[in-house]
């Protein structure tokens, strides 16, 4: 999962983000439904920081990150993420604020945006 972190995010924003995550029914069950966790296929995530999640594009051509919280507010608010989900998953990480490449694969048409601020779905 790619996890953004905004200037107004808090803790308890990171919990509820991580509590959210690991209970979110989004793996198939026996009938094809959307109906089962990570928790529940005995699955591991990773978490990926991207700050560029938090890009304002409704100016100009090119995206303005002021929304997006520096490196050392995001940077342990991405940690409290992942150690909650520790308690609960497998869960790894890359290097805060490291260029990495990484092999993604879409299983599925399916893509959620979970903003924790205003509870939002997209």
Do not use: Y
């Not at 308890?12 to 959307?34: H, Q, T, Y």
């Not at 700050?51 to 342990?76: C, I, N, Q, Y």
């Not at 150690?83 to 599925?108: C, K, S």
């Amino acid at each position: 999962m790619l996890v953004g972190v905004t200037n107004g995010d808090t803790t308890e924003d990171s919990n509820a983000l991580a509590d959210k995550l690991v209970g979110l029914r989004i793996f198939p069950d026996e009938a094809g439904k959307m109906n089962r966790s990570v928790v529940d296929i005995e699955g591991a995530v990773l978490v990926v920081s991207q700050f560029t999640l938090h890009a304002d594009l409704r100016k100009g051509r090119r995206p303005s990150f002021v929304e997006a919280a520096h490196p050392e507010k995001a940077e342990p608010l991405i940690e409290a993420v992942v150690e909650r989900m520790q308690r609960a998953v497998p869960t790894a990480t890359g290097r805060f604020g490291a260029a990495m490449e990484i092999d993604l694969v879409n299983d599925g048409p399916v893509t959620i945006i979970i903003d924790v601020n205003d509870g939002r779905v997209l």
